[in-house]
């Protein structure tokens, strides 16, 4: 093995600016996703509306939409509002939530027990209490599974640093292992080598939370 192409390929471009972007970018649609998708999830769970199951399927009905087709329509909103070039595109629409997420901690939030949430209120806890000192302690799994595909998906993504970021000192590392394949040479060792580095963080975040993250997705679905 040639350690030497990871020092080459570690100093060669910035890589710990380009490291510092894409953790910033995923730790914040970690939180964007996990406060957003809670709330709705809760809400779709737990309050009888008129309409609420016409709605959760409009939602469920969107995940058939092909992210593709939204490309365009985005990078014209994002452009005219003047978030191009800056994280804001690449961050924002985590706070808005996800239908797969929404689905996904609806289903554990059903397997929770009412009884849980009427005896703190008979306690005197108010909504947001019981929501967040009773309701959200038992779905760590659940949240633990939202947070790794979130941080994966941030992490991994390079088709929308692609289309937003132009400013190198901007650049994530999936565009920063873009640089290394030139017009007329590749080095594909240097490539090699920086793709496990980049890899690393998922795999240990993997492995460290491996017990939640299979808990929160066997559990989900128990209840209808």
Do not use: C
Not at 76 to 100: K, R, Y
Not at 145 to 150: L, R
């Amino acid at each position: 093995m040639e350690w030497s192409n990871y020092a080459q390929a570690l100093t060669s471009q910035p890589f710990g600016r380009y490291a510092l972007n894409s953790l910033f970018i995923a730790l914040v649609n970690v939180v964007g996703n996990l406060v957003s998708n809670s709330f709705v999830a809760y809400g779709f769970a737990r309050f009888r509306f008129p309409g609420r199951r016409v709605l959760f399927m409009l939602l469920l009905a969107t995940m058939m939409v092909p992210s593709q087709v939204l490309l365009v329509p985005q990078f014209i909103l994002f452009h005219d509002l003047g978030w191009i070039n800056t994280f804001l595109p690449l961050t924002v629409p985590s706070f808005f939530g996800s239908a797969f997420y929404v689905f996904l901690l609806r289903q554990f939030f059903m397997t929770i027990p009412v009884e849980l949430e009427e005896a703190a209120r008979i306690d005197g806890a108010g909504p947001l209490r019981i929501f967040f000192s009773v309701v959200l302690p038992l779905i760590r799994p659940a949240l633990t599974a939202v947070a790794i595909f979130s941080f994966q998906g941030a992490w991994n993504d390079f088709l929308t640093p692609l289309i937003y970021l132009s400013d190198p000192s901007k650049f994530t590392l999936q565009l920063g292992l873009a640089q290394f394949q030139g017009s007329f040479h590749t080095d594909w060792n240097l490539i090699m080598a920086a793709s496990v580095v980049v890899m690393l963080p998922m795999a240990i975040i993997f492995f460290v939370a491996q017990k939640y993250f299979v808990q929160g997705i066997t559990m989900t679905g128990t209840k209808g």
